[in-house]
């Protein structure tokens, strides 16, 4: 996730891992290992999202303002 975030605080990552969580839009597994250990997966309902986000962004890349 790190990668993906880059800079973000790490109450503002687990904040926003939570409420895609309580969304429905990603499941959390926790392992009882020390140090704790967390795996994040998108759900069904995620995986839908992705193909939305992924249509926006080739509308956005074919309507993109021609530069000057």
Do not use: F
């Not at 409420?19 to 967390?38: A, F, N, S, T």
Request: overall charge negative; charged content about 35%.
């Amino acid at each position: 996730m790190r990668r993906y975030v880059g800079s973000a605080a790490d109450k503002t990552l687990s904040q926003t891992l939570k409420e895609l969580e309580r969304d429905g839009l990603i499941h959390r597994e926790m392992y009882p290992e020390i140090p704790p250990k967390v795996e994040y997966s998108l759900t069904e309902r995620g995986h839908s999202l992705v193909r939305v986000l992924d249509q926006l962004c080739v509308w956005g890349e074919e309507n993109r303002p021609k530069e000057l």
